[in-house]
């Protein structure tokens, strides 16, 4: 089963400021086709999850562009350019390479 | 516009069962793999199941295998999950959600429902 780790479990920022959220996997995320089926979600409080990021970069449709995906094989990361106050909320990663799994969440919060 | 909605949740005894449902209306439900979610409460996502377009390939987490059963009417735009012999780890809220699938495989969850919650207890 793959194992996904995000880090920090908690990031309070400056609003305007940047916020960088990392996803470890326990193993390569890379497919056999080639691709990498990592997304991430943003879940604000008392809400269903929303899709931000599929296939590492992609922004999903209504997803602002201060939002972006990065990374590879293992290693992730979703970058917040400037954060907003309706930023606020839990990020999770999710892979799709193996059966799903998500990552145990990172809370962004306003300082 | 797309929506998911659940029902059936509510409380239950440790051993019982429950069934939950969700409605899908704004697309082609026939044309999606769909899953289900769990959240305890405080805590993060665990994906639960999933079941193919016509319903002939399912998946389970491990932890649910043989206790929960994931089914779909396609004619009803409908998707359900039988959950039998119910602990308290089970209680969290379940979410169902539309796959976005590419190569037989879990690209993304694009479509979430808004949850229905799920308690065990004595």
């Known amino acids: 089963d793959i194992v996904l780790t995000q880090t920090p479990l908690s990031s309070p920022v400056t609003i305007g400021q940047p916020a960088s959220i990392s996803c470890r996997s326990s193993?390569?995320?890379?497919?056999?086709?080639?691709?990498?089926?990592l997304s991430w979600l943003q879940q604000r409080p008392g809400q269903p999850p929303r899709l931000l990021i599929y296939?590492?970069?992609n922004r999903f449709s209504g997803v602002p562009d201060r939002f972006s995906g990065s990374g590879a094989g293992t290693d992730f990361t979703l970058k917040i350019s400037r954060v907003e106050a309706e930023d606020v909320g839990v990020y999770y990663c999710?892979?799709?390479?193996?059966?799903?799994?998500f990552g145990g969440g990172t809370k962004v919060e306003i300082k | 516009e797309v929506h998911l909605v659940e029902s059936g949740g509510g409380l239950v005894q440790p051993g019982g069962s429950l069934r939950l449902s969700c409605a899908a209306s704004?697309?082609?439900?026939?044309?999606?793999?769909m899953s289900w979610v769990r959240q305890v409460p405080g805590k993060g996502l665990e994906w639960v199941a999933n079941?193919?377009?016509?319903?002939?390939?399912?998946y389970y987490v491990d932890s649910v295998k043989g206790r929960f059963s994931i089914s779909r009417d396609n004619a009803k735009n409908s998707l359900y999950l039988q959950m039998n012999s119910l602990s308290a780890e089970d209680t969290a809220v379940y979410y169902c959600?539309?796959?976005?699938?590419?190569?037989?495989?879990?690209?993304?969850?694009?479509?979430w429902g808004q949850g229905t919650v799920v308690t065990v207890s004595s």
């Open positions: 999710m892979q799709g390479t193996q059966l799903p799994s």
């Open positions: 079941i193919k377009l016509d319903g002939s390939e399912k």
């Open positions: 193993q390569s995320l890379v497919h056999s086709n080639g691709n990498t089926y």
């Open positions: 704004g697309f082609t439900f026939s044309s999606y793999w």
């Open positions: 959600a539309r796959e976005v699938r590419e190569e037989g495989l879990t690209d993304a969850f694009d479509i």
């Open positions: 296939k590492i970069s």
